[in-house]
């Protein structure tokens, strides 16, 4: 399995005990804003105080190393696009930050992290201007963890949308790829779906697959999870396999899918008829697992995001 430090403890302390006290403006951040991060050379930029430029919003991170880190959103919506040279610290998009920092060991593994979490609590705030119950502005309390309503004298909370990802294999121990309708062409990838109220994670994944393709799972085994802040979800990842591999596609939802072999599996990337998750992906991990080791991608492909 590929090194993506998810089954442990958080490597950065959230010191939630710190958000309300925590001067936000006196404390190295990490610039985000839509979906992207500021970074150089594929790593995390930690930005000091005296240089960073106007924020719209600021929010508590942690603590990591002895020092507090907020995430900021900087007031200028062009802050860090100005790429004049491909050294240059830029705003870089979460899933092509996270594909480089699984590269990148530990450190890229705190980084993800903090990238991660910067970008689905901001993105949490964007969305979620005002109280869902009287309509009125809302405002950041508790470092940002929490939108307060003044008229409701309300606490609103961040939101996390769980989906399931299911990695499946045959009789053969040969692995599902698919192909989701709205993907771009040659994306292939596991089954998955968002989790509806009143069910179980195992029974989402039971439920989608059945939808999605008509398979009855068997060996529905746990295997972790992954914050995936597009815009909201966490990945709860799974394997399982079938008896019958003869399936039945959804078309609105799965255009194409294939049982693989780990030998097909190899060709099939390396003459570019599939591109695979991108290092770093829950997708990606559950894909090398049933592989056995790291696969490699298409000399000159792009991993995606699935
Ligand atoms: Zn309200």
Redesign the pocket.
Known sequence: MSPIHLTGPLLVDRAADRRDTVDLDAIDAIVVRDGSVLALDGQLVFVAPADQPAASLRVYLGREAGRDIAALVPVDPAFGTNDDGIDGERMVGLRDLIGSLALRGAEGARDRELAATAVAITTWHANHP???????L?EPRKGGWVRW????K?EHYPRTDPAVIVAITDQEDRLLLAHASYWSPRRFSHLAGYVEPGESFEQAAHREVFEEAQLVLRDLAYVGSQPWPFPASIMVGFTASVDDAAFVLDQDEISEAMFVSREEIVALVADGTVILAPHGSIARRLLEGWYGGPLADAPHGEGFNG
């Open positions: 005002r109280c869902a119950v009287c309509g009125d809302t309503c003044e008229r409701d309300k």
